[in-house]
């Protein structure tokens, strides 16, 4: 009797996990429908993110380019809080001095707070959802909010360096046990912000909202150019964070402009490689004045002869 009780004690917790399971879980997308619907959020339904991009469809436009007011590095305070994990613009690096770091777009100045990953990605290119979406978010004095979203595919390898990030997570998570998914701080890490986006700006540019409470406006800038991630380093985010996917929001009457004016980046030469091409030119110029003396030698003699023949300055000043 007692086995019999065990067995249906199994068979009902089973079900009911499997029944919380298909209660988050969207059919359509593979991410939660647990998200709130449009309907909860303080901004009309037409501005919700994230969405579908169709690349088709959006105008290409010759837009603003974004300026980066980036430093080449920053202290990020990296926490889990109870969505995913975020990285936090902490205010004073590990000397003491505050730290700044903006962007400006149309003459005004957006400061990175923090930037956060989902996975998988919460926006869709065409039909392909990516295993990961970086979520750069920039505030201005008003108020308002401009994110920059990046995409993450595949790879044998990581090709931006969120190393730092990624080991302090995965040494943090070997200390412990269990990961129960409260809030809670990962440490902190020094990154190279502006490494992390990719350098080719070209982007899908529109209105949307915050994908996450509380849902409030934001002008969304989602980069083409697509980076790479190892499944090691993918498998310790996803340990790190869980799926913390909302599901793509009707576009409705919306434009999605689509910046193709921007130039990929140009290889720039640094001064210490220019200083070596001079002194190769140089040094070929030497080269080729001593073969050509070799070739020539009479020529040469020539004119060391004549030269001694011509009044020496001292001469010259004594008439």
Known sequence: MFFDKKILFLIGAVSIINSAAAAIIHTDDHVPSAAP??????VAAKFQSPIRIDANKSMEKDLPDIKFNYPKTLLFDLE????????????KDAAGKEQEA?????GKE??????????????????????LEWHFVHQADDGSRLVIGVF???GKETTAPYNGLIDQLASTMKKEEQHDFNKRSFGSCVLNPRALIPADQRCWRYDGSLTSAPYTPVYWCVVRAITTISPEDLETLFRAAHVNTRSTQELGDRDVSFDATIDPPKKTIAPTVILKHKAAAQRNKKQSKQRSRAKHPRKFSHRSTASQHLPQRSSIAAH
């Open 152 to 154: 993450m595919d595949d």
């Open 102 to 106: 903006s962007i400006e777009l149309n």
């Open 37 to 42: 619907s449009i309907k909860s959020a303080p």
């Open 110 to 131: 957006y400061e990175l707070k923090q930037f956060h990953m989902h996975a998988p990605s919460e926006h869709v290119l065409g039909n392909k959802r990516y295993p």
């Open 80 to 91: 889990f809080n109870g969505h995913t994990v975020q990285a936090n613009v902490s205010e």
